[in-house]
């Protein structure tokens, strides 16, 4: 490996997404029943004031919104913003408006999207309508989007005098979180990563207190100065803390139950967390004696999956004493 190799920091892409499942309380479950049936309602304030979509409780006396109206699907864009580049999930899949929208009935903005081919086509006052989903399920995305009105429209909607009734209210809701984004790894994280593509496990010393962080810091939280000092440690250590995980979830390679721990590797001054297997989640222990599996070579990386998992190592365990002051 040459100098430039490895003084150039690592950086790899990074996805993190699961379902978010979320209950809804009297007040959204109206509000998405109403989507559902194609049909927008606000919250009463206590000043009087609609507001769309109703919030839950009142920001000035702080009380649950108990009164429900609803509002019109045409109202007046107040202010906008051009989007020519749409991402992944936006309402639309070619460049399109960000608008805050005044519904007829209304007294607050709704921030949705406006479907016009350009930014020419946008104005401040101008009126748009409601493009509703082909199939309305109870969700914000019921409203596809908003398209404009011939200037020939009359100036306001008609509204309906109040809310429907469904037996079949929306009492939950389902949003998927996706988050993507590219980790960059500091230069001192860079180097143990390189580490571990060579079956070592890197740590770095404060010079000061001599504590011994892994993986490195780059510098010492308790006394601040760089950790200059370079520690090669050990695949054995120490349970301090751990979990066993019960419940089954979205994307799980491992079947329940099993045990994700922290481990104080000989040496260092700082845990680190990662699964115990080849034993019986309850046989797990604090200050249990556990030593690195390493996946075969060729499976290697610049990745701590390098390391499978731990697995006990028959030894005694640690006095506690010895570990009380890393939990």
Sequence with gaps: MTSVQESRTLHAPMKVEFD????????????????????????????????????E??????????????????????????????VMDQPLDKPFAF???????????????????SPADMETGMRVRVRWAEETVGAITDIACFEPLPSSTDAGSELPN???????????????????????????????????AEGRILGQRCPSCHKVYV?????????????????????KGTVTTYCIVNVPFLGQK????????YVLLDGADIAFLHLILDTEADEVRMG?????????????????????????????????ETYKQHL
């Design 162 to 196: 109040e809310p429907g009734s469904d037996a079949e209210a929306v009492t939950g809701i389902v949003s998927p979180v996706r988050l993507a984004y590219d980790y960059a790894a500091s230069p001192e994280e860079s180097k143990f990563f390189r580490g571990l």
């Design 57 to 86: 409780y009142d920001p000035t006396t702080h009380r649950a919104i108990s009164e429900i109206v609803a509002v019109g699907d045409e109202g007046v864009v107040r202010t906008w913003s051009w989007v020519a580049e749409p």
């Design 215 to 235: 993986p490195p810091r780059g510098a010492c939280p308790v006394d601040g100065v760089p950790t200059t000092d370079e520690v090669e440690l050990p695949d």
């Design 99 to 117: 608008a805050l929208i005044q519904l007829d009935g209304a007294d607050a903005p709704l921030l949705h999207a406006v479907d016009v081919d």
């Design 288 to 320: 249990m004696r556990v030593e690195a599996v390493w996946k075969p070579r060729d499976e290697w990386g610049t990745t701590i999956e390098n390391i499978s998992h731990f697995r006990p190592t028959g030894e005694p365990d640690a006095d506690y």
């Design 20 to 55: 978010y499942t979320r209950s809804l309380g009297p007040v959204l479950s109206q509000f998405m029943t109403g989507l559902r049936r194609r049909q927008v309602t606000g919250g009463v304030l206590s000043d009087g004031t609609v507001v769309v979509p109703p919030p």
């Design 254 to 261: 491992i079947t329940p139950p099993y045990v994700s721990a």
